[in-house]
């Protein structure tokens, strides 16, 4: 596997990323990939240990460490040592739907297992394999073929972000009828409109779901199923059914002015953005200089971002794009330690501070890191005709509840402040499924509203009907939802067939 002594004679070379100077001029992505024959060495760097954390995507502390899924990773980094490309995306499409998709925007569960992070740094896996989806897509290997044999089973998948359409992908080469529905006007879930496109372009996407297209997966948008069609309609007319709606309810936050106009979801702000970008055939100057946002422009005013993790970090960088003069991003718990705690060791996920891209155009358009960690909001401070003024902010500590035992982070006495803000965004994380759909579809949910099923199963205690992806397990990653989608079909491909042979 690799090369046996490639980790030391090669070091790590990730991408090159563009300037923030000049990528926030645009919304377009904006790492270039190294040269083929440069990548190969970053494949030459796999170690092939003998137990390869990198594909076990098991819990340790409850953290996962590796891929959730399996991907082979050894084998594959192998492939692309010696330039076999074909034959690594060939191995990489065994377990793996949509490469394009994780190779932009994963955390790289697999390189924070990799046993050459113990003493060093990881292999570059998740860019190898961004060199071989390329590779793959610019030589003609993807494909989606119709399948020469149907079942005459059929199949409705509720929501298009990756579950659904990674369970779409599989039950369509099984063989039985797929129809995907999607509430939105174009298909992609949060994929294409909770992830701002210079992290992930959606003419991606377009280029996937195309090919599903071609091979007989029908797409049916701008169809809210629970309030366009009945639930029912949809139970009676087909043989199984998966609810892949995602953890879409938003966390809001409940404080004293809460009813200022200037105050939105981070959801639907990256929504309205990614949205004018597609409308506009990607022409970002008549985005940028838009005037008819919902929030009308972001020109000049001061933005405070509430919520410091993904979502977050995407609200920083729209907003700087967008040419606000200020972008202030609040965070509740501590910063993370800059290098690994002795209590979170390798191969665990490294609880470790990470400066994103859109903290980094921060700096370098404002002079300093946009984050405020350890403060949360007080009050929002509205003017004579309820519009934004400010926020009120209060710094918080850990303390132990004598009662519960719990480390709760409450306010320290006299700290209190206040922001200039003119928009607010609320990135706080979301609290599960929405009640109009499972309560149309009648399927229980646990007590953070997700969908309930048996511990390791994706059937709902109604007949007929799955679920999969964040409705499943709440909030969580890309790479996630995709394995979810591929297991959902799986147990829908046998409850149909009596077996499996995905």
Same mark, same amino acid.
């Given at each position: ?27 377009? @992505? ?54 076999? !490309? ?38 570059? %896996? ?52 797929? %129809? ?37 997966? @029908? ?16 139970? *009676? ?16 936050? #409940? ?19 990614? *949205? ?69 060791? !390798?191969?665990? !996920? ?25 403060? %949360? ?25 004598? *009662? ?71 909030? #969580?990653?890309?790479? !996630? ?22």
């Amino acid at each position: 596997m690799g090369k046996a002594t490639g980790f030391m004679e090669y070091e790590r070379r990730d991408s090159i990323s563009e300037s923030p100077e000049n990528r926030i001029k645009n919304f377009d @992505e904006f790492h270039t990939s190294l040269p083929l024959e440069e990548q190969r060495l970053q494949g030459a760097r796999c170690m092939a240990c003998g137990v390869p954390f990198c594909q076990a995507g098991a819990m340790i502390s409850g953290m996962v460490s590796g891929c959730p899924l399996h991907n082979l990773v050894p084998e594959t980094n192998d492939l692309v040592y010696h330039g076999n !490309w074909e034959q690594a995306y060939r191995r990489l499409s065994k377990t793996h739907s949509f490469p394009e998709f994780t190779s932009r925007v994963c955390p790289a569960l697999c390189e924070a297992a990799c046993t050459c992070g113990l003493d060093g740094q990881a292999v570059a %896996t998740k860019e190898n394999e961004k060199a071989i989806i390329d590779y793959a897509f610019e030589n003609g290997l993807v494909v989606e073929e119709e399948p020469k044999v149907r079942t005459g089973k059929s199949v409705a998948i509720i929501g298009s972000g990756p579950s659904g359409l990674a369970a779409a992908q599989l039950l369509n080469k099984r063989g039985h009828k797929v %129809t995907v529905y999607e509430r939105s006007d174009r298909p992609g879930g949060l994929l294409r409109y909770g992830i701002p496109n210079m992290k992930l372009d959606k003419r991606s996407i377009d280029r996937r779901v195309a090919l599903m297209e071609k091979a007989g997966v @029908e797409f049916k948008c701008n169809v809210n199923v629970g309030k366009d069609i009945k639930a029912s309609e949809i139970v *009676k007319k087909y043989d199984r059914v998966i609810l892949c709606c995602g953890a879409s309810n938003p966390r809001d936050i #409940s404080v004293e002015g809460r009813d200022a106009k200037g105050i939105y979801f981070a959801v639907d702000f990256l929504k309205e953005v990614s *949205k004018k970008i597609m409308d506009n055939d990607y022409d970002y100057a008549k985005v940028i200089d838009a005037k008819d946002f919902s929030f009308a422009s972001l020109e000049g005013k001061h933005v405070v971002v509430i919520g410091g993790g993904d979502t977050g970090n995407d609200c920083v960088g729209t907003s700087i794009r967008l040419k606000a003069a200020k972008v202030t991003q609040l965070e509740m718990m501590p910063a993370a330690p800059v290098e690994r705690a002795q209590n979170n060791p !390798w191969p665990e !996920w490294p609880r470790v501070l990470k400066t994103d891209y859109g903290q980094e155009e921060a700096i370098h358009c404002f002079g300093s890191d946009p984050r405020i960690f350890k403060t %949360t909001v007080t009050e929002f401070v509205k003017g004579p005709k309820g519009e934004l003024k400010a926020v009120k902010t209060v710094e918080l500590e850990r303390k132990i509840d004598a *009662k519960t035992g719990r480390m709760n982070m409450v306010p320290v006495e006299g700290t209190q402040k206040e922001i200039k803000a003119d928009i607010v965004l609320i990135a706080a994380g979301f609290l599960g499924s929405e009640n109009y759909v499972t309560s149309s579809f009648g399927v229980e949910v646990d007590g953070r509203t997700n969908v309930a099923t048996k511990a390791g199963e994706y059937k709902t205690n109604q007949d007929k009907i799955f679920t999969a992806g964040d409705m499943h397990r709440g909030q #969580s990653l890309v790479v !996630w939802a995709i394995a979810e989608g591929r297991n959902v079909a799986k147990a829908v491909d046998e409850s149909l067939m009596g077996y499996s042979n995905l």
